[in-house]
């Protein structure tokens, strides 16, 4: 469960990308944030990371109080988000298999754990058949679906999006968006950053709309609305 | 940890060694160098500290006794020696022995055979409770009726503290500055191999790798550079070693200045070197993490 409760973020300069964030989402849940550029969409997802502290209010992620947690929980904290960057963040001299072994690895899997799910995990985002290609023998969708792979591979109850169709064309987009609605069907939590706004009203999941370091709507069925939209 | 990734560690740590192997080839031969000195040093030391240890073992006073006394006059002279302060024992060595240990000495030159025992006087022995008051020791048996002369053979001994003493000073500078050399540069090593994998030490970070682990490869980079440059320098120094006490032999003969066989040595270096190293290594790597690890 991710919850924020009046959370203000002020970077050092003064301005206030956060302005009083109260939102909360349950274990299991589908949502998609949507904003124009500079609402705030990218750092509400460090503040669920522990990237970054909140200036005041109180963020709680599965079970982490992320305004007061100390250093040596926070990789616990983060081994139950996964997160997918727009820009995919691969290794490039890895291959398709290392890169999502290890994410495992890191964490201190075992090799026979590795040797079990990651196969399991790239046949999930359809990569079965290019485990042993480097990241630059992939086309853009494989890329984001490898980085989705490795968010989901040490199998964290959540999952965030930042912008991941952003790269792609429509129908490549609309592959992930449903890649990543099976996901959740499978039971991750999953929260998704988009400017896809025909994808997002054709899915008919939860909106949270946020600008100017608010939230101004948060609907059910690919409803929302804010200035600008 | 578990097995596997012990294996997984050592791989990364190499890798990371020769990603940039001019860098650690550099940092590998400077605390070579820098290990080669410090034992040169402790080695000088150590062999001097050998020699004024048995010099003072054989420390002596010897105290003469007025010519004109009669044999037993002369030995009775001893009971007022032993009552003198830092004075343990007084021997007594009538002329006749003296004689004998000068001929025995002198070996079968033929030089001396002119001499006859009255040339001698009698003379005591003195063995003293602190080796370290010979001066003070030395007026105060001036004193005792029946000497005329004192003679004490520290010279040697005090040209030796000193001369350690010195070379002991000189040597914690430069080894100071020896270690702080070696530091800065495995460091630097280590923050070239961090730099290279930033993106991976951030999706580690990412998918909740702890410091400990995303540090742990590094410091076992260190650590390698720093075993490797003391494995290299324990091996030069023994060679090194061998050469010094060779030369040493052919200058003097081997009379004043000798040095023990390295096999005496290699517990005290290995310690030393396996632990500047360890110690180099370990403490470099550390010192360049820090930054990397924020956030
Ligand atoms: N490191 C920073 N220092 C200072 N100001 C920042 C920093 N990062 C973001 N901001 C500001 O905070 C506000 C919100 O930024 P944020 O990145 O969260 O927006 P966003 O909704 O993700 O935008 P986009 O859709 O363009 O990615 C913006 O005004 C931005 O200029
Ligand atoms: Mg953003």
């Known amino acids: 469960m991710i919850e924020f409760t009046d959370v203000v973020k002020s970077y050092s300069v003064g301005t206030q990308a956060l302005r009083g964030v109260s939102m909360r989402i349950e274990d299991g849940e589908f949502a998609y944030l949507v904003g124009p550029s500079g609402s705030g969409k990218s750092t509400i997802i460090k503040l669920i990371t522990g990237e970054l502290k909140p200036t005041s209010g109180s963020v709680h992620v599965n079970g982490y109080s992320l305004e007061r947690i100390r250093r040596r929980e926070l990789p616990y904290m983060r081994r139950t988000v996964g997160v997918v960057f727009q820009d995919f963040r691969l290794i490039q001299d890895m291959t398709v298999y290392d890169n999502v072994a290890f994410a495992m690895r890191v964490v201190g899997a075992r090799e026979k754990e590795i040797r079990a799910r990651v196969p399991y995990v790239l046949e999930l985002v359809g990569l079965e058949t290019k485990s042993r290609r480097h990241p630059n023998e992939l086309s853009g969708g494989e890329q984001q679906r490898l980085a989705i792979a490795r968010a989901l591979v040490n199998n964290p109850s959540t999952i965030i999006a930042d912008e991941p169709t952003g790269n792609l064309d429509p129908a490549k987009s609309l592959e992930i968006m449903s890649l990543l609605q099976e996901i959740n069907s499978l039971g991750t939590t999953m929260l998704v950053v988009t400017h896809a706004q025909d994808l997002v009203e054709r899915f008919h999941k939860r909106v949270i709309a946020i600008n100017e370091g608010v939230v101004v709507s948060d609907g059910m069925d690919g409803y929302f609305e804010y200035e600008g939209k | ?295």
Not at chain 2, 59 to 88: H, M, P, Q, R, Y
Not at chain 2, 156 to 172: D, K
Request: hydrophobic share 55%; with cysteine.
């Open chain 2, 1 to 295: 940890m578990k097995g596997n990734n012990f294996g997984y560690l050592i791989k990364e740590g190499i890798r990371g060694i020769f990603l940039h192997g001019f860098m650690s080839f550099a940092a590998v031969f400077v605390t070579v160098a820098c290990l080669l000195i410090v034992g040169t040093f402790f080695s000088v030391i150590y062999n001097i500290g050998l020699k004024v240890e048995e010099l003072n073992e054989k420390n002596e006073i010897l105290v003469f006794v007025d010519e004109t006394f009669s044999d037993a006059e002369a030995k009775s002279v001893g009971s007022d020696l032993a009552l003198v302060k830092n004075v343990e024992q007084a021997i007594f060595i009538p002329r006749e022995e003296a004689y004998e240990d000068f001929r025995e000495d002198m070996g079968q030159s033929g030089a001396f055979d002119g001499l006859s025992t009255q040339t001698f006087r009698h003379r005591f022995r003195i063995l003293p409770t602190d080796p370290q008051l010979l001066e003070e020791t030395k007026a105060a048996l001036l004193e005792v009726e029946g000497v005329v002369k004192v003679k004490v053979a520290d010279d040697v001994v005090n040209l030796l503290t000193t001369i350690q003493n010195v070379v002991s000073m000189f040597s914690i500078v430069v080894i100071v500055a020896l270690v702080f050399v070696s530091l800065l540069i495995i460091s630097n090593t280590v923050k070239l191999a961090m730099a290279d994998r930033r993106d991976e030490i951030a999706i580690m970070k990412m998918v909740g790798a702890t410091n400990g682990f995303i540090r742990l490869p590094f410091v076992v980079q260190g650590f390698l550079l720093g075993i490797l440059g003391s494995g290299i320098a324990f091996g030069a120094e023994w060679l090194l070693y061998n050469f010094m006490a060779n030369q040493l032999v052919q200058m003097d003969g081997g009379l004043l200045l000798t040095m023990v066989p390295f096999t005496q040595l290699i517990l005290p270096m290995l310690v030393i070197f396996a632990g500047t190293g360890m110690f180099v290594g370990v403490v470099g790597s550390f010192a360049s993490i820090r930054r990397f690890l924020k956030v």
